[in-house]
């Protein structure tokens, strides 16, 4: 009867990880089994070839809210992939994100195209798909004032300047002259030319100038008369207020 003799165990291995075809695989520590095995010496085991398939993992994308300007171009918080073997290093490279719409909304499609793998071990991997959506907002540009709300009515005096936002999506920031708040109310504000102001809303900005006038100076002069009784005593003192050239106030005092 035939020899009863078989081999078994053993470990097998690819030359390498990568993936690809026709890859060398070797067994080893394999043993001989049966009845007959030790008539037998165990002095090699041959090779075959088998291919490594690249793994198949899936891209994701969170895109960032932004502010209307007109286009759909949108950018991402993050590009991540899920299913990577560590450490292999493969990072998702995308060509181009946008917004379905240009217009201001919440819960837009976002769309990032053009996907492909980056990293040392990227040949190791697919994508699953080469697009991947995420949804974000378009936030209106704000539509504001800015006013002087109570006036100087004395030359070097203070006023108050109040910043209004009419549109946009709230809560609003406001700045004037460098000073920010939440009520847009700006008080002890001095006259000035070109104030610098803004709004701000989602970061999304609108920005102006303004100026705030005071009363013209109008030059004060003070007039004192001596009377004088019998050349040695004084009688009275007239005083006089001017503006300018005009006399506003007169008054005798007692001597």
């Known amino acids: 009867p ?28 394999a043993t001989l089994s ?45 590009q ?36 492909t793998l980056s990293g ?5 991997y697919t994508l699953s798909v080469t697009t991947a959506a995420s949804s974000a907002t378009i936030f209106p540009t704000p539509v504001a004032t800015a006013s002087v709300t109570t006036a100087i009515t ?14 946009g999506t709230p809560p609003f920031s406001y700045t004037f002259n460098g000073v920010t708040n939440p009520t847009g109310i700006f008080t002890g504000i001095l006259a000035g030319t070109n104030y610098a102001w803004s709004v701000t809303a989602h970061t999304c900005l609108l920005s102006g ?9 109008i030059p004060l002069s003070g007039k004192v008369t001596y009377y004088n009784a019998a050349n040695t005593v004084m009688s009275g003192v007239t005083v006089e207020l001017k503006q300018g050239a005009t006399v506003v106030q007169s008054a005798l005092t007692d001597g």
Do not use: H
């Open 34 to 78: 049966g009845a007959d095995k030790d008539n037998y010496t165990l002095t090699s085991v041959g090779t075959t070839t088998a291919n490594i398939t690249p793994k198949t993992i899936t891209p994701a994308v969170v895109a960032n809210d932004k502010c209307y300007d007109g286009n759909t171009t949108a950018t991402l918080l993050s």
């Open 2 to 29: 035939p020899n009863a003799v078989s081999m078994i165990g053993g470990v097998a291995n690819y030359d390498f990880k990568l993936a690809g075809s026709l890859i060398i695989v070797r067994l080893t520590g």
């Open 209 to 217: 100038t303004l100026t705030v006038t005071q009363p013209v100076a």
């Open 154 to 167: 004395c030359f070097g005096g203070t006023g108050t300047v109040t910043i209004t936002a009419t549109a």
């Open 120 to 124: 040392a071990d990227r040949g190791n």
């Open 80 to 115: 991540t992939l899920t299913g990577v073997i560590p450490p292999d290093v493969v990072t998702l490279s995308v060509g181009a994100a946008n917004f379905a719409n240009p217009n201001p909304g919440t819960g837009i499609t976002v769309t990032a195209t053009g996907l």
